[in-house]
């Protein structure tokens, strides 16, 4: 009959193998969020009227307007465009981000698991 429970004389090689994968994912993890801080993401809104420009750590680092986009009678539309660019400009980091984790993880991490 078989033993219960422990691990007599430690890790069998299958759980060592597994917290060497572990520890190789997080450091690839790391390195991918180091990576990905360091970009910038553009998006443009208003066929291109209006271009923001984020950090990986969601920052704002440019905005750029073109000059017939900025109507001191239409604020709100100005207002609606900026808006507009730095959502996308959130959308496209996000994503990246995603994509860059679902390589690393092979989609354990949709599971909650990391």
């Known amino acids: 009959m078989a033993k219960r429970g422990g691990f007599p004389g430690g890790m069998p090689g299958n759980m ?11 450091k690839q993890m790391e390195e991918a969020q ?3 801080e360091q970009s910038e993401y553009t998006a443009t809104s208003g066929g291109g009227a209006v271009e923001v ?13 073109d000059e017939e ?3 001191p009678d239409d604020i709100e539309m100005l207002e609606d465009l900026i808006m507009a660019a730095v959502n996308e400009a959130i959308r496209k980091m996000d994503e990246m981000s995603t994509q860059k984790m679902s390589k690393i ?3 354990l991490g949709n ?3 990391f």
Request: charged share 20%; no cysteine; proline share 0%.
């Open 105 to 107: 993880t092979g989609g």
């Open 53 to 65: 420009t984020i950090s990986g750590t969601k920052e704002i680092t440019k905005i750029k307007l």
């Open 69 to 71: 986009v900025v109507d």
């Open 34 to 36: 180091a990576e990905l």
């Open 111 to 113: 599971m909650g698991l």
């Open 16 to 26: 060592n193998n597994l917290m060497k994968q572990a520890q190789k994912m997080q």
